[in-house]
């Protein structure tokens, strides 16, 4: 369910809930509904969005008694899906990344639009478990390296940590945590830029570009795509986790984003 809860008149109104409805009504595309002005996706509940939900009800859902509430399993929500104006914008990417601030999605949308096409990350199922797998990893665009010092490594020889130091100056850093000295190597390698010299190893969390592009590296090695595309969650979350660590919350932006984005 894109959403968990109601949304709405008397309803649970989670945050991340009501972002998803104040993005789809944003979204819709129908004639026949028309907002004056865009709701902020700002997951607050509010006159606004419940007199926009109100209309929608009456004008496209043709519901005889508005009640200004959206249920996960409702009618409203469902014609609010057919409605929408599918694809990576803005909106959508502010309610698949519910967690995040709107300052920080506004600047990697670009890069994410720019991005996807280079590594064939060009279906919207594709694009959907990419955002999934970011999204929990980073929460929403929040971190771009582990909380953890990174001391845990120490002396990882499967991840070239050879000399001492190098679990914490090679720690996980990244949308999908790039982790260990022979890891930075490789994809230093990859981009031309010597991220074993003092100093680079922090570019893959400084710098925006890199954060992402060091995560669709590591999609394109593990060849997520192929996985994707048989819509298989937990085999792309044990290739990236090793595990099934917080596979709910995956689901959970996978369903958002295929709410966005999956016909």
Do not use: C
């Not at 771009?144 to 490594?153: I, L, N, P």
């Not at 990859?190 to 969390?205: R, Y």
């Not at 090695?221 to 792309?236: G, M, Q, S, T, V």
């Amino acid at each position: 369910m894109a959403i968990l809860q109601s949304v709405g008149e008397e309803g649970v109104n989670d945050r991340v809930d009501v972002k998803v409805i104040q993005a789809a009504l944003n979204l819709s595309q129908s004639d026949k509904f028309k907002l004056d002005k865009q709701l902020v996706v700002d997951g607050d509940i509010g006159s606004k969005t419940i007199l926009a939900i109100e209309a929608f009800q009456k004008n496209i859902v043709k519901l005889g008694n508005p009640d200004g509430r959206i249920d996960p399993d409702g009618r409203t929500l469902g014609t609010l899906k057919s409605n929408i104006l599918e694809g990576l914008n803005q909106d959508s990417l502010m309610a698949i990344m519910a967690m995040g601030r709107k300052s920080t999605i506004k600047l990697y949308l670009p890069l994410l639009n720019l991005s996807l096409p280079k590594y064939e990350i060009n279906t919207p199922l594709r694009t959907a478990h990419f955002l999934a797998q970011i999204g929990h990893e980073s929460l929403s665009f929040v971190y771009t390296q582990e909380v953890a010092s990174g001391a845990a490594y120490e002396g990882r020889l499967d991840l070239g940590n050879t000399q001492p130091g190098d679990g914490v100056r090679f720690k996980g850093r990244g949308l999908i945590q790039l982790t260990g000295r022979d890891n930075y190597k490789k994809y230093g390698k990859f981009i031309s830029v010597d991220l074993l010299h003092s100093g680079n190893e922090q570019l893959i969390a400084e710098k925006p570009e890199y954060a992402l592009d060091v995560s669709l590296w590591f999609w394109n090695k593990r060849k997520l795509n192929d996985y994707a595309d048989e819509d298989n969650l937990k085999a792309i979350t044990r290739r990236i986790n090793g595990g099934y660590n917080g596979l709910e919350d995956r689901e959970h932006y996978l369903n958002r984003a295929k709410f966005f984005l999956v016909s």
